[in-house]
Structure formats: C-alpha cells, structure tokens
C-alpha cells in the first residue's frame, strides 16, 4: 500500500521535510493519528509504571510484620517471607517441606530434561516413569525415617504440577485413542466415540468435578471410597481425553487422503499405519493447538479447589486468610499467584514456539 | 484338524469378522460398565436408605439467592430456583458475550495495527489475560472490589453518574414505559425491512449497473417506524440516575459486586481469545485481495468492508462458537465468588437434599443443551456467510 501513495498524491512542497520511509520516527509518528496512538500509548504506560513501580518499591513495606503493613501503603514484602513456604507446599508437616521441595525440584529437571530434543529416547520415558515413582514415594513417605503424609496433606505447587502433568500424560493415550476411534469406520465405536467427546465437550469441568466428588462413591462397589485426589485425578483425566481428541482429530483430518492410501497400498494394517504414517504428522501438525490445550488443563487445575483439594491459588488464598495476615496482603497473593501461573503458561509457549521452528525446518 | 486351524486363521484375517469383533467387544464393554455401575449405585442408594426421583423439584426450596432475574422468594420451590440459576446464568453469558466481542475485535485490530507500541501492548493484554487461570482473575477482581474499593459513599465516578464501590456497579438506566417497548419493536420491524429492501435494491444494481446511493434508503426504512411509534404514544425519555446518598447509592441500575466482577472476567478473558482470532482470521486473506481491489478502484475503507472483512469472516465464525462455547462453560466458576448460577443453586439444592445423581443429571442436561444451542445457531450464521460455490 506504501508503494499506492507515490501515485495516489502529487509531491507537495510539504514533501521535502517528510522524516525518511521506515525509519522507526516514520512508524511511530508517520500520520497525526498514528502520533497521536503513539502519544497515547506513552502517557498510559507512563501512568500505569508510575502505580505499579510506587505500588512495588517506593510505598512498599520491606520489613516488619502485619502491623507494619496494615499502615503501609504499598506492597507488603515481609508477607512473602512468612506465608512463601506455606503457599508453596500447603499443609505439608512444616519440618518436612524437603520433601515436596525435592519431588518439586526433580519434577522440573525432568521437565527441563525432556524439552531438549537431543534426549528424546525410550530411555527417558523409563526415566520419567522411575522419577514419577520416586516423587510419589517421597511425597508418602512412611519409610526410612519419613513420616507417612496422607493425599489431604498435600497440597500447593507440588498438587498442582501433579494433577496437570499426571491429567495430561494419562488423557493422551486416551485422547488419541478416541480421536481414532472417531475417524473410525467401524460404526459402533465410533458412536461410542463420538458420545464421549460431544458430552465431555458439553459440560463445564466443574460439573464434571462434582461428578467425581458426589456420584463416584455411589458408582463404587459397597464401601470402597476413594481418595479425593484421586478422584479430581479420573475427572481431569477424562475431561482433557475429549479436547485432545478433537485436537489430534484435527490433525488427522488435515493429512490430505493420499497418505492413507499409500499406506495401505504398502501393505501396513490399520495400527501399523497409524503407528508409522498417519500418527506422527497428525501430531506434528497439532504441536501448537496440543501446547495451548496443555497450558488450558495448567490453569484449568485451579478448579479443584471447588471440590476441597488444596491446590497452588487454594493454598495461596489460605495465606491470605492466615487470622495474622487476614485482609492485609490481598493484592499481593493474587499478583503473586499470576505471576507464577503466567511464568509456567509463559515456558510453555514459548517452548511451543521452538518446536513449531524445529520442525518447519525440517520440512523446507 | 489342519484345515479346521486353517479356517480359523482365515476368520481371524478376514477384515469383515474384525470390524464385527471389535464393535461387538466395545459395544459389549460399555454395556457391561453401565450395568456394574447402575448395579452399584442401586446397591448403595438402598444400603444408604436414599429415595431417588425428581419429587424434590415440586417441595419449597428455602434458597436465598442473591441476585435473580425472574422474581425469587425462599418458599418457591427448587425447580424455579433452577429455573431463575439458568437464566442467571444465560443473563450473565449474553452481557459477556456481546461485551467479549466487542473488546476482541478492536483489541485484535489494534494487534494488527502498524504502530509498535499499540501492537506490544495490546499483545500484552492479551497474553497476560490468557496466561492467568480464569478463576484466579475472578478471585481478584472480586477482591479489588470487595476489600480496595471504597463503600458507597465514596463511590468512584468512573463516567458521569456511572459508580463503582464495594457494594458493586451502578449504571443509569431508563424508566421503562409501554411506549419503549412499542419503539423497540419497530426499530426491529424497521430493521427486518430495510435487510429485506436492501436485497432488492443490491440485486437491481447488480441487474442495472446504476450507481444510486442505497444507504438513505435504508435509513429510512429503519427509522421511519421509530419515529412514528416514537409520535403515537410519545414516551417520556425520563433517566434513572444514580445519586450517592449517606450509606448507599440510590437510583440507577445497581448491579451486584458478583454480577459485575462474573462478566467482567468472562468479558476480557474471552475477548482475549476473541483477539486472537480476529487477528488470524484477517491475517489469512492473502495480500493480493486487497491489491487487486485497490487495483479494481476500491477505496482502503471498501476494501475492508466489501473484500477483507466478508473473507474474514468465514475463518473467524467456527473458533468464535468455540470461544463462546467456554465462556457459557466457564460462567459455572460463578460458585467461586457466590453468584447464583445454576451451578451454584445446583450444588445447594444438592446439599440441602442429598439427590446428588438427580442434581448433577439435571445440570449436564442444562449446559448441553445450551451448548447445543448455541453450535446450532453458530453453525446456521456459518452456513449462511460460507462460500457458495457455483
């Protein structure tokens, strides 16, 4: 459209002081209307950095307790210093917290560990799968000196990163099983299928929660009860299946016929052929939407709250309700507790961003 | 025996008797599950003495809810505090929606827009909404209201005689006459006509070719019924407006802190992701559109209007239903700040009854048939702007 303007006006003498094309001046302050936007923009950043920065660091409270910052102004430091623990890890015994810390830390070097491409390998799922277990047991504990810690003790980032992760892995396999099943041609299954992920799809989480938590003792055989933990757990789970379903579902339906074709023309039977051929470019195809439905069921988890489980934002708001610190350090929880899950969703974009490029590449 | 082993091998292979296999398998398990499970709950309802059946709708409920759009009084009964839940609920899902879409058009615009800093920022608004749990966002947003917020008496005047305090949002609404509604309903009259007479008119421009203006046509016929409804009962256009009193704010439309803090979340988180798809949808019209319709003589703004924007469309409209779809979906997380949604009234008619299957049946009904609802009405919008091939 640049180029339109030479022919659209003839060059005034107003012309000849006109700042260079493309020069950042010229992107900023081209047009009056853009200069004005710009003008604009610049006074809101302004006051919105005056707030935040006086909020943050002028005003704030750095040192001393409640009382000082019931009078204070700003943000309220020493809050951090006595509830961090406790928003971190929940009702976890207090001289115990090594122990989350410790499934927390080798939970993240794994994660860390498997975003490098390079250790893409069976050997790191077996990896996982030993990190997994030794993160459970650490959590139980009731072993070598450790005091047993039942499931309504855990809580904060731990339960969080647990319920999501654990959701995620187990509703993949099922995820893609359903989305086959739905591209299916055998009828049944497909109705089967289709029944799941529609009525998944339908309702909110949180009714699918509460399912869990007042119908699934009534589902149980006489007696037998189930942690609540556990149950969130088999609710995520299902939930998550149906959007990664219609997620892989629509990279299996952007995979043009010919590869289908060709693979049944080399002689592969239906598993082989979505194991070899189909599978790993639908999947390929999906990494973006797939991450987003990952960072979704990340701060999805929240939810959990509604059914009693403690998980990062419950166990921050327990902070916040602690009789000391009761309507003091309110703002501070909630930004704190955004900054966290903003960080995490944060990686994980950006992580999807790398892997788009890496694969793109290796196509052209 | 060789032979016999040989057929059924052969029945193994065929491909035929597999999909048969299969289905039947599958068929068979779920069946199996369902009877275990129903065979389950029999058992425990009757070891725990519960009475199942939808009898308890019909007794007075005893609810106190908060706010509601049809009139409520504790000794209805709970199905119409089901009934007013639903319509809490869609009240607060309409607001937001037309809310969402607005914002998200011009923020996803503005993404697009040629100057840096707009486009950072509004990139910033969106990550920063869509990054943050939804629940956390409502949480403190209801904070801020509750425990940052002045009380009534020192109401923040937002705009003129609009006030926000702790005790919620008052904006300045109209005292309703029999002459509005007459009024409404000829602007819609007028409207149905002037989309009809437009048709005409554009299809005997395409058959003529003459350039006439088309626009103060429609203007008229939009109108014109208004102002003769507006001449026939003559209503007063009298403005409730709020006035801060001593204690409390009077006059206006008071809208509780939950309503407002509820459709304020379920706005800019939506419109966030509403953005996002305006902004992949106008980016998917390739370039040379909008050359070849300034090559066809177009001005910028018709180009939009004419070429880039019904092409745009087309692309947006499916991950729209999508958006919509989880913000009515995400309107349950009303429970967490107290907003009496049909979730919310749900979970007290539960407690207070211990009809827990009936309940939650009732409640996975309800949001299925607004979903379906919704993908219905999206999906005839879809077919009626989808490309029609010839």
Redesign the interface.
């Known amino acids: 459209m640049a180029e339109l303007d030479v022919f659209d006006k003839p060059v005034a003498l107003s012309e000849a002081w006109r700042v260079p094309k493309d020069g950042a001046v010229r992107r900023y302050f081209g047009t009056p209307a853009n200069a004005a936007i710009t003008l604009l923009c610049m006074i809101a950043l302004f006051l919105i950095g005056k707030v935040a920065f006086a909020w943050l660091f002028v005003d704030a409270v750095w040192s001393g307790g409640p009382e000082a910052c019931k009078i204070g102004e700003g943000a309220c430091w020493p809050f951090f210093g006595d509830k961090l623990r406790f928003m971190l890890f929940g009702y976890f015994p207090y001289d115990e917290h090594w122990r989350p810390l410790s499934a927390l830390l080798l939970f993240v070097g794994m994660c860390g560990l498997s975003m490098v491409p390079r250790m893409w390998s069976a050997r790191l799922l077996l990896l996982w799968v030993a990190a997994l277990v030794v993160c459970y047991l650490v959590m139980t504990g009731g072993f070598a000196g450790m005091t047993a810690v039942p499931t309504t003790k855990w809580g904060g980032l731990p339960l969080s990163f647990m319920l999501s992760f654990v959701g995620l892995t187990c509703a993949f396999p099922l995820g893609i099983l359903l989305a086959l099943g739905r591209t299916s041609n055998l009828p049944a299954i497909r109705v089967i299928s289709i029944v799941f992920i529609e009525f998944m799809r339908g309702v909110p989480l949180i009714s699918v929660l509460f399912m869990a938590s007042v119908m699934l003792p009534l589902f149980m055989p006489g007696g037998m009860s189930v942690a609540t933990l556990l149950r969130a757990q088999v609710a995520v789970i299902l939930f998550a299946a149906a959007y990664v379903a219609e997620t892989v579902r629509g990279g299996l339906q952007s995979l043009p016929s010919g590869q289908f074709e060709a693979a049944q023309a080399m002689g592969l039977h239906y598993w082989l052929m979505m194991r070899l051929v189909i599978l790993p470019q639908a999947i390929k195809a999906m990494i973006p939407a797939l991450v987003s439905t990952c960072i979704n069921f990340f701060q999805d988890t929240t939810l959990v709250t509604i059914i009693g489980l403690l998980d990062f934002l419950t166990t921050v708001r327990g902070a916040m309700r602690d009789p000391n610190w009761q309507g003091i350090a309110v703002l501070e929880g909630y930004l704190f507790a955004a900054a966290v899950y903003c960080l995490f969703s944060a990686i994980m974009s950006a992580y999807s961003r790398f892997l788009e490029r890496r694969f793109r590449a290796g196509h052209d | 025996m060789r032979a016999r082993r040989f057929e059924a091998m052969r029945l193994i292979f065929d491909i035929r008797f597999r ?1 048969w296999l ?3 398998v ?2 068979l398990g ?1 069946i199996l599950t369902g009877w275990y ?1 129903y065979s ?2 029999r ?3 009757q ?1 725990h003495n519960i009475a199942t059946g939808f009898d308890y709708l019909n007794r007075e409920s005893g609810l106190l809810l908060s706010e509601s759009v049809i009139d409520f009084q504790p000794s209805d009964t709970y199905a119409r505090a089901l009934v007013a839940g639903i319509l809490n609920t869609i009240h607060v899902s309409i607001v937001s929606v037309i809310f969402a879409t607005l914002i998200g058009t011009v923020v996803g615009v503005a993404r697009l ?6 486009a950072r ?1 509004t990139m910033l608004y969106v ?2 909404l ?8 409502l ?2 947003w209801h ?2 209201i509750i ?2 917020l002045p009380g009534p008496r020192d109401a923040v005047e937002l705009l003129p005689s609009v006030f926000i305090s702790n005790s919620g949002l008052v904006i300045p609404s109209l005292q309703w006459e029999a002459g509005h509604r007459w009024m409404l309903f000829a602007l819609a009259v007028g409207l149905i006509l002037a989309w009809q007479v437009r048709k005409r008119l554009l299809a005997a421009r395409v058959e003529s070719g003459n350039q006439r203006l088309i626009w103060p046509h429609l203007l008229l016929l939009t109108f014109a019924p208004v102002l003769i409804a507006y001449l026939f009962f003559h209503p007063d256009f009298v403005f409730d407006i709020a006035e801060k009193g001593r204690f409390r704010i009077t006059g206006g439309m008071q809208l509780k802190p939950e309503f407002t803090v509820l459709a304020f979340g379920l706005s800019t988180t939506a419109s966030a992701f509403i953005a996002e798809i305006v902004r992949a949808g106008i980016m998917t019209i390739r370039k040379g559109q ?1 050359e070849a319709a ?1 090559a066809l003589g177009l001005t ?1 703004g018709q180009t939009m209007r004419l070429v880039i924007l019904p092409q745009a469309v087309r692309v947006i409209i499916p991950p729209l239903t999508n958006t919509y ?1 989880s913000l009515v ?2 309107s ?2 009303a ?2 700040i107290g907003f009496p949604d049909v ?1 919310m009234v ?2 007290s008619t ?1 407690n207070m009854t211990g009809q ?2 009936e ?2 049946a009732l ?2 009904l309800i ?2 048939s607004l ?2 609802t919704i993908s219905l009405f999206m999906n005839w919008y879809n077919a009626h702007v989808a490309l029609k091939e010839r």
Do not use: C, D, H, W
């Open positions: 999909a299969y289905q039947v599958a068929v779920v499970l389950n709950v058992a425990n309802l070891a827009s040629k100057n840096p800093l707009l920022l990550e920063a869509r990054n943050a749990p939804l629940l956390l966002q949480f403190l904070a801020v425990s940052v909008s300034f910028r779809l979906k995400n349950s997380l429970i967490a979730v749900t979970n539960i827990g299957i309940g939650i409640l996975m949001y299925l979903s379906i």
